[in-house]
């Protein structure tokens, strides 16, 4: 099946550092979702965006919608142990389409 | 609260038998999914389904079935056919006209089989 493309496939940073991930397609989307997965439980959403070129934040978490709309970022800004883990990007074509689309993660460690 | 609850957390089976998780949700989901995590892989899409009594196989269905009795639930069962079975699975809900604003996923399932 399907997978995104993201990039890096893991992180080892200190605490306070700044954090930069991708998530790469060749097809284009209509919506761009970002997901993180703490230690042993279920992805949580943390920002969704709909828009080619739109930038969305949630905290310390700042996303953006590439142009193309074949990619999409997210950021971290100042990192802290507690953003260990998991994050996923997700994919949705639009329309009636009935599923996501999800990256292979990106792990991501915080040393404090 | 809605949400979506998965059991049990830890699961222990012996190489041979089949096993059922159960994935219970309160949301009102039509939509509901069934993903296998392995280490250092992503999510891959087991089975779905998006209305009761329907469901469709995913990407690695072979070795594993479900049922869609009612709305609330969508249990899968492992059974012995599946060659690797140990696994985190996740399953997750949504609204079908309602995809592209995400998943509500549960806390998952990990099975261990010896």
């Known amino acids: 099946g399907q997978q995104l493309n993201q990039s890096p496939q893991s992180m080892f940073i200190q605490e306070g550092e700044d954090v930069s991930m991708n998530c790469t397609s060749s097809s284009i989307f209509n919506t761009w979702l970002w997901y993180k997965q703490d230690p042993g439980e279920g992805p949580v959403l943390l920002i969704a965006?709909?828009?080619?070129?739109e930038l969305t934040s949630n905290g310390r978490l700042t996303a953006q919608f590439g142009i193309t709309r074949k990619d999409s970022f997210l950021n971290i800004s100042a990192s802290i142990p507690s953003d260990v883990g998991i994050y996923f990007c997700?994919?949705?074509?639009?329309?009636?389409?009935?599923?996501?689309?999800f990256g292979t993660g990106t792990l991501l460690a915080v040393q404090p | 609260d809605g949400g979506i609850t998965q059991s049990p957390k830890y699961l222990f089976r012996k190489e041979g038998q089949n096993v059922t998780l159960s994935c219970e949700q309160n949301?009102?989901?039509?939509?509901m999914y069934w993903y296998r995590q392995d280490p250092g892989q992503g999510l891959r899409l087991i089975y779905y389904s998006q209305i009761v009594n329907d469901f469709q196989k995913g990407d690695i269905a072979e070795g594993y079935s479900v049922s869609r009795e009612k709305k609330e639930s969508f249990p899968l069962t492992v059974t012995s056919a599946q060659k690797n079975p140990t696994a985190f699975y996740l399953c997750?809900?949504?609204?079908?006209?309602?995809?592209?604003?995400?998943?509500?996923f549960g806390s998952g399932t990990r099975l261990t089989v010896v």
């Open positions: 997750a809900s949504s609204a079908p006209d309602r995809v592209r604003y995400g998943y509500t």
């Open positions: 965006l709909y828009k080619a070129g």
């Open positions: 997700a994919g949705h074509y639009g329309g009636a389409t009935n599923k996501l689309i």
């Open positions: 949301l009102n989901h039509d939509a």
